[in-house]
């Protein structure tokens, strides 16, 4: 019966995957679909409409993406959303990239390539910060 309740909890949470490689938004998204409520944008711009109408608990975004990139977009959602949990993938992070991605409002960088299964051990540990789960 608590893990159901657990289970339940965990499909309320919504997580919105930010990239503009549909390979890599579908990856994700069947990754993390069966415990969480997956949106996907492949644009900030395109979040940042989703985010009006849907409140995620976690962004998954890439950094470089046309038009703003992940930091640019970090800042925007956490403008609108300032309890949710940013996460930026990049395969060209440098240390002072990711530093100045932490300063500007992410939370975790990770650097491509990554293990995809550890993507919702990853989110599970945000929630489990924010008392989420």
């Not at 990139?69 to 609108?80: F, L, P, S, V, W």
């Not at 300063?103 to 924010?130: N, S, T």
Request: overall charge negative.
């Amino acid at each position: 019966m608590y893990s159901a309740e657990i289970h339940n909890e965990k499909r309320e949470v919504t997580v919105l995957v930010i990239d503009d490689n549909q390979s890599i938004r579908s990856l994700l998204a069947r990754v993390l679909r069966g415990s969480y409520k997956v949106l996907l944008a492949d644009s900030v711009e395109s979040a940042l409409s989703i985010i009006e109408h849907a409140r995620p608990s976690v962004v998954i975004t890439d950094y470089e993406m046309p038009g703003r990139n992940g930091i640019e977009g970090a800042k925007a959602i956490r403008r609108a959303i300032p309890h949710v949990t940013i996460i930026m993938l990049s395969g060209s992070a440098t240390d002072d990239l990711a530093q100045e991605a932490l300063r500007q409002g992410v939370d975790e960088c990770a650097h491509k390539p990554f293990d995809i299964r550890r993507i919702p051990d990853r989110v599970e540990r945000h929630l489990a910060m924010m008392g989420a789960v």
